[in-house]
């Protein structure tokens, strides 16, 4: 039997209008990714959207809200991750009322993370297209063309250790 993980290099087969498969709108790709170390998961998607958002805002609480999650569960989030790696990945921006910045090294590894995501998520389709009888699309392809819904935080929490 042929090993279905293998390809040969030939495209895919098209479907018929007989299998049902013709009618089926483009898929869309959606991955979970995550890092972590003997002392757990420290990293992911839902912990990257966290630092964009407070990067956007320069409000943790503000990030927060905008992702759904209270404050207190971004706050753990990110001290749980600061503690993992050793380094401190937001800052007070001035007074006690004058929000949340990212530091050096929380942008790097919001940046970092980012690149490895769009990287794993192109070979992704593209081995997606290659394997499958239908033009499947990227999260954010799917979101120009209107077939995917925004991105939440809580998106990665079924089945995956970052919540």
């Known amino acids: 039997m042929k090993d279905p993980n293998v390809s040969s290099g030939e495209p895919a087969a098209q479907p018929s ?11 869309v790709v959606r991955l979970r990714l995550w890092l972590e170390t003997g002392d757990g998961m420290f990293f992911g998607s839902g912990r990257g959207m966290l630092l964009e958002a407070v990067a956007r805002t320069g409000s943790l609480k503000k990030a927060a809200e905008s992702l759904g999650m209270s404050y207190r569960a971004a706050w ?3 001290r ?3 503690k993992v790696l050793g380094v401190q990945l937001i800052e007070q921006a001035g007074s006690r009322k004058g929000g949340h910045r990212l ?8 940046e970092k993370f980012g690149q490895w995501f769009d990287a794993v998520e192109n070979s992704a389709v593209e081995k997606a297209r290659e394997i499958f009888p239908w033009a499947c699309l990227s999260f954010a392809e799917a979101r120009r063309a209107g077939f995917a819904p925004a991105p939440r935080e809580d998106d990665e929490s079924e089945g995956d250790p970052e919540s």
């Open 17 to 27: 209008s007989q299998s049902g498969l013709a009618d089926v709108r483009p898929p």
């Open 76 to 78: 753990g989030k990110m």
């Open 80 to 82: 749980r991750t600061e």
């Open 103 to 110: 530091t050096p090294a929380g942008r790097l590894l919001m």
